[in-house]
């Protein structure tokens, strides 16, 4: 079964701390996202990666950066946390980009910054 | 620029009913759609998938309905369990990036 695995559940920051949250697959796939999850509001993409050391931004990139050095992890960087960056954020991956096909999604992490 | 929006925030159905969750989309591209259900305290799971060159495909007690000309995609759960309960997003895209909707809060009643 492919796993993907989010380093936390759950995670408390505070204002102007810099938050890294770290995402691991196992199905050597390519593509990885980084989404947030705000009630109303759905999932929202940050930014994605379609191989090491590529990445675009998504729909709301403002307020973050990403990291990806190996294929296998991909990490979503806070730069400062900030109280509207309190959400459920979701990591996700698939197989390269020009095929159709489903994303798998880790557990989530829940992070609240204060 | 893209959307995906579901009809109704939440929807709530009697054990054994059949259920409907309903989908809009924008962009005429997109040629790959997706269900995929949250259940509480987990990431989205997969349901079932469509691709734009069919109207219908079924699973184990879901069918996902495609119409491409009002661009809307419907999910189906026949015999709806408690097990159920969730909520549901439908996503759309072409190619491996995919917009999601703000998703549906499927309720069973005992």
């Known amino acids: 079964d492919v796993k993907v695995t989010q380093s936390s559940r759950y995670l408390v920051k505070r204002t102007g701390e810099k938050v890294f949250l770290e995402c691991v697959q196992d199905?050597?796939?390519?593509?990885m996202f980084w989404y947030r999850q705000d009630p109303g509001l759905g999932l929202r993409l940050i930014y994605f990666?379609?191989?090491?050391?590529?990445?675009e931004k998504g729909d709301i990139p403002e307020g973050y950066s990403v990291s990806r050095e190996k294929k296998e992890r991909f990490s979503l960087i806070l730069e400062s946390a900030s109280t509207n960056q309190t959400s459920m954020y979701l990591c996700?991956?698939?197989?390269?980009?020009?095929?159709?096909?489903?994303?798998?999604f880790g557990q989530g992490t829940r992070l609240t910054v204060v | 620029g893209e959307s995906v929006g579901l009809h109704l925030p939440t929807l709530s159905v009697q054990e054994g009913d059949n259920s409907i969750i309903n989908c809009a989309y924008s962009?005429?591209?997109?040629?790959?759609f997706i269900w995929y259900k949250q259940e509480s305290g987990k990431g989205p799971q997969f349901i079932i998938d469509?691709?734009?060159?069919?109207d219908k495909r079924q699973g184990q007690r879901v069918t996902v309905l495609l119409n491409k000309t009002v661009k809307h995609l419907s999910l189906q759960i026949a015999a709806t369990q408690p097990g159920d309960s969730a909520v549901y997003f439908c996503?759309?895209?072409?190619?491996?990036?995919?917009?999601f909707g703000q998703g549906t809060e499927l309720s069973v009643k005992p």
């Open positions: 990666s379609y191989d090491v050391k590529m990445k």
């Open positions: 962009n005429s591209a997109s040629d790959y």
């Open positions: 199905m050597d796939h390519e593509n």
């Open positions: 996503a759309a895209g072409p190619g491996g990036k995919l917009i």
């Open positions: 469509i691709r734009s060159n069919m």
């Open positions: 996700a991956s698939s197989f390269r980009i020009r095929v159709n096909t489903e994303a798998f």
